[in-house]
């Protein structure tokens, strides 16, 4: 059987950064081929040459075992290659059906054929399994299910190779099974597919193949079953990492940050604190609000009822710059729209939250600057040859990087971080994690939001576990397990599972 | 674009730094062939001199409109706030009466309204959360209905001289060139928003919210004090430039400047400030400022019809503003690239 899609030495350059370096790789029909490594280590490069954003400098890429030549966006999709990007890309104001069709409506002479795209919208999401109506706006979906309907429309544009770029980075398990369900049915139909994750556990379930990249290297490929956790971790860090998950348990001090009866348009009477010396995770299904909860307790959003006191002060509503003050930092669930001036450099960016510490009398202080922030680039691992680096053009993951070290530098003592590793590395993760423990020995609090098990057990001291808006418990370090957390955030009523499958 | 060399790309960077510059040197060498080819020298002393001092009083009401651009938003009252600032204050600053108090007082009297219009302005924009566009809009009918009704169909006139000085005061005069007050005044002003731009925590967030609200909101940056400090010194700058304009004209009325905030917008535009906020450079007004001037000075020496004038501000913009933009965009990647050559040497 022929390959579907072939890469042949194939080398990109960006500016400094040898992006892609003679990586050749292939794809088979009715294949999930995983690729994985480090931030920056070239794999979005990789994937966008196959789209046709960037033009690889050497090298070729081969459909069917013929050469592809010039390729544009619009030949790609016509090739029958989709992309499922890291960021969604469909227009929330839009209806599910006018997102699937964007930019290549049904016709019927010059006009639009509603009544048809309808009814092939229909027939798309019933065939991944996907029971949403196609009138319905977009933006009143859950992020799972945004992400279907860019899969359903992958497929009505007839894909054939359907990349998938940090697919899973904003789904919870369970919407994380459907995805995976949806997936095995496409390979059923031979449908060839490119698979980037940083949540490694998955990728033993879902992929075929597995191909480890590293500063723009082919490290190696492999089918998936002569591999294993060990050393798919030790190729992606390029070191062993025995510990992910590293806690010292430093003595707990005064409550730092504390929610009474907080009530709001998503959540209910929800009460929960952290204390000094502490990590607390919370827990829970995307849309139980837990994102909701710590966006009002920062002041983003408003409350209807119930306080929130930073040691013991009554805060306002609505004054995030108060809480700042108070040495509270937020790090938001969304990079680009939340955390980051994309036209700025690492640098600008890294101090905008930290100004009046590194600078007390106005005026920036050039050198003292730019040595905080090449610290902090160190101690992340942010991958960029100059901290004038405009944000804009670093990875995913680097991105992510740059927002914690936004409010690292800082030295809040009281951190709120939102899914505070999505998309970056499990090398980078165990940096993270360490600087996590560090900030509480020093007497920090932390409130972790976190989408992946693994990482709020391996961290939390405490979880809160939140579900249809409410704390449907709280759980012990000691205590807690995968089946606890679960069935926590299961718990309250049948609806709430509903809703998390809807 | 990777093979080219790195001397040859410093110099694009240099370029798309000053775009402004580029179009300066442009407009330069039109007027220049255009006068050679009627036999005549365009650039002489003299005239440079004029076109330099016109622009001053270009050069501070851009800088005002620049302000209020980088932060994402725009001022529409600046002329009106000219006049109506003046046309209260003027009177103090009739004459030379001996009894009068030193013009230092209604010049400040004169500033300090200017920064309450902008505070009005930021407050409408902040506290009840209207566009920029319209908080300025309204303001700018309210002050030029409230300069007409302090004033009527009068004028202020015949101004005190010590305070023309201000806007027509020659320093030194070099053959045909005047070194004017009005040029020290502009170069203090440049010197002092550009240091407040780029090297001071203000100036860091302004950039920063331009670039991006939602996100400087997060990060804890005031960005309603920022917008209304904005607004203050935007507005107020707007009443410094009245007074320019009304020591060279030497009078003062309620129906000055209209025009004066599309011009500002002329000029920051052309001086390479985005519409979209976050980018550009204060020294860029400058060159803004010179080619606007150069331009009516140019059209006028060639007695071109104000009509047509106008109309080739119109196309000129249109060219300018597409002109920047392919250049932001390329001055984006080269610096990209620059930084990453010389930091890996
Ligand atoms: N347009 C660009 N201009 C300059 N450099 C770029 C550009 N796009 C990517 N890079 C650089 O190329 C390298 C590879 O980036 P890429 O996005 O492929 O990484 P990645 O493997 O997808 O990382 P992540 O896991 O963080 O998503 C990085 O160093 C990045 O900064
Ligand atoms: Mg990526």
């Known amino acids: 059987m022929g390959k579907l899609l072939e890469f042949r030495n194939i080398s990109k350059t960006f500016p400094g950064v040898k992006a892609l370096d003679d990586v050749s790789l292939d794809l088979n029909p009715g294949e999930v081929h995983v690729v994985v490594g480090e931030n920056g280590a070239g794999k979005s490069t990789m994937m966008k040459i196959i789209s046709g954003v960037y033009a690889p400098d050497r090298g070729e890429l081969l459909l069917d075992d013929i050469p592809l030549g010039r390729n544009t966006p619009k030949i790609a999709e016509q090739h029958g290659i989709a992309m499922i990007y890291q960021e969604l890309s469909i227009v929330p104001e839009l209806s599910v059906m006018e997102n699937i069709f964007l930019g290549h409506e049904i016709r019927r002479g010059i006009l639009i054929d509603r009544k048809a795209m309808d009814k092939r919208a229909e027939e798309l999401l019933a065939s991944i399994g996907v029971k949403v109506s196609p009138g319905t706006l977009v933006k009143n979906l859950s992020i799972a299910n945004q992400q279907m309907i860019e899969i359903a429309k992958a497929l009505s544009k007839n894909a054939r190779v359907i990349v998938f770029d940090e697919p899973t980075s904003s789904l919870t398990d369970a919407e994380i099974k459907e995805l995976f369900r949806i997936i095995t049915a496409l390979r059923g139909k031979g449908v060839g597919m490119f698979y980037i994750s940083h949540r490694l556990e998955e990728i033993f379930e879902i992929g075929d193949r597995i191909t480890i990249m590293r500063d723009g290297r082919k490290i190696a490929t492999a089918p998936i079953a002569e591999m294993d956790m060990g050393k798919v971790v030790e190729g992606i860090a390029g070191r ?88 509270v930092a937020f790090l938001p669930e969304d990079r680009k729209r939340e955390g980051l001036a994309l036209s700025l450099s690492i640098r600008e960016n890294a101090v905008i939250s930290a100004l009046r510490r590194l600078n007390p009398l106005t005026i920036v202080d050039g050198r003292r600057e730019r040595a905080t922030v090449r610290d902090f680039v160190r101690k992340l691992g942010i991958s960029s040859p100059t901290i004038e680096k405009l944000v804009h053009f670093l990875s995913g993951g680097t991105q992510q990087k740059v927002v914690l070290a936004k409010w690292l530098i800082t030295e809040a003592s009281i951190f709120i971080f939102d899914e505070p590793t999505r998309g970056i590395d499990v090398g980078s993760k165990s940096s993270i994690y360490s600087l996590m423990d560090e900030l509480v020995g020093l007497g920090a609090g932390i409130v972790m939001i976190s989408s992946e098990l693994p990482e709020v057990l391996g961290m939390s001291d405490r979880i809160y576990v939140m579900a249809q808006g409410r704390i449907a418990g709280e759980i012990d370090r000691e205590e807690a397990d995968h089946v606890s957390v679960i069935q926590l955030a299961f718990s309250q009523t049948s609806a709430s599972q509903g809703r998390s499958l809807q | 674009m ?69 932060t994402g938003g725009i001022n529409l009252s600046i002329g009106s706030v000219m006049a109506l600032t003046t046309v209260l204050w003027g009177r103090m600053l009739v004459g030379n009466a001996p009894d009068a108090v030193h013009y230092i007082i209604p010049v400040l009297l004169v500033v300090g309204t200017g920064m309450l219009i902008g505070l009005v302005n930021g407050l409408l924009i902040t506290k009840l959360g209207m566009p920029p566009f319209i908080a300025t809009f309204a303001t700018m009918y309210a002050c030029r209905g409230l300069a007409w009704l302090a004033l009527g169909k009068k004028v202020i006139y015949n101004l005190n001289g010590d305070f023309r000085y201000l806007g027509t005061g020659v320093v030194a005069r070099l053959d045909g060139f005047s070194l004017t007050v009005p040029m020290f005044v502009v170069l203090i002003l440049l010197v002092a928003t550009s240091f407040m731009l780029r090297r001071t925590n203000f100036g860091r967030q302004v950039y920063f919210t331009g670039t991006n609200a939602i996100a400087a909101r997060f990060s804890g940056i005031r960005t309603d004090r920022v917008l209304i400090w904005v607004y203050v010194l935007s507005t107020g700058l707007a009443a410094f430039a009245g007074l320019l304009y009304g020591a060279r004209l030497n009078s003062f009325e309620p129906g000055m400047a209209v025009m004066a905030p599309f011009d500002a917008i002329t000029v920051a535009l052309i001086g390479g400030i985005a519409m979209s906020g976050g980018y550009g450079s204060i020294w860029g007004i400058l060159c803004g400022s010179i080619i606007v001037s150069i331009i009516y000075n140019g059209m006028n020496t060639l007695s071109i019809a104000s009509e047509l004038q106008t109309l080739v501000m119109g196309v000129l913009i249109i060219f300018a503003v597409a002109f920047n933009q392919f250049l932001i965009k390329r001055n984006m990647e080269l610096r990209n690239e620059l930084d990453e050559r010389t930091a890996s040497r």
């Open chain 1, 240 to 327: 062993r990492i025995e510990n992910v998950f590293q806690r010292h348990f430093p003595a707990k001090g005064e409550i730092l940050l504390e929610l009474k009866d907080l009530c709001g348009e998503r959540f209910q009477h929800v009460n929960l604190n952290v204390r000094a010396g502490e990590i607390i995770g919370l827990a829970g299904l995307v849309g139980s609000g837990r994102s909701e909860v710590v966006r009002a307790a920062f002041g983003i959003d408003p409350y209807s009822a119930g306080e929130v006191l930073v040691r013991g002060k009554k805060m306002p509503r609505n004054n995030p710059q108060r809480l700042a003050h108070e040495g």
């Open chain 2, 2 to 70: 990777t093979q080219s060399p790195l001397v040859l790309k410093r110099a694009i960077k240099a370029v798309t730094d000053f775009s402004s510059l580029f179009i300066l040197l442009a407009v330069l060498a039109f007027f220049t062939a255009i006068t050679a080819a009627a036999g005549d020298q365009y650039l002489t002393l003299s005239r440079i001199s004029v076109i330099l001092n016109q622009a001053c009083f270009l050069t501070v009401i851009g800088i005002a409109q620049a302000l209020a651009l980088l």
